[in-house]
């Protein structure tokens, strides 16, 4: 069972902001192998959605409302651990961002921009392409869009 902690910038502890900062750092950085501003500004207006599993981040999200990033609602920096994907975190990570936004907020339109491999994973969570491909950082994503 996942312990899934939301958090304004300003609640989070000094630890979580070190694990989520590592976390997006291991998989988007490293793993990827994509030199890019991952601090870029945007975390001080998000909301951070953290799994934790025994005390370690396992997944993460930040999470925008509507006009904070894009026009709508928006989730991003979705990420998993690569030694616990097999569990299958990246739905829950998903779904708890999904209802935050859904009942913090009272959003229902969510945009993403999804890294285009990932569009199957999108799909079964409700999110529909809309547009054409697109280079961010190097790497192929699409803008999807969930009602």
């Not at 097999?86 to 945009?111: D, P, R, V, W």
């Amino acid at each position: 069972m996942l312990d899934i902690r939301i958090k304004a910038f300003n609640e989070l502890t000094i630890l979580e902001l070190y694990d989520l900062l590592q976390l997006r750092a291991e998989v988007f950085v490293v793993e990827q192998d994509c030199v890019y501003q991952d601090v870029d500004g945007k975390d001080k207006n998000a909301w951070h959605v953290l799994a934790y599993k025994d005390k370690t981040l396992v997944a993460y999200t930040r999470i925008f409302k509507a006009g904070d990033y894009f026009k709508e609602a928006s989730i991003g920096r979705v990420v998993v651990a690569k030694n616990q994907r097999q569990h299958k975190y990246g739905y829950q990570i998903m779904e708890a961002s999904i209802k935050a936004l859904n009942e913090q907020f009272n959003e229902t339109t969510i945009k993403i921009s999804a890294q285009c491999y990932l569009k199957n994973f999108y799909n079964q969570l409700g999110f529909k392409e809309t547009g054409e491909e697109y280079l961010e950082d190097g790497i192929p994503h699409m803008a999807m869009i969930k009602h």
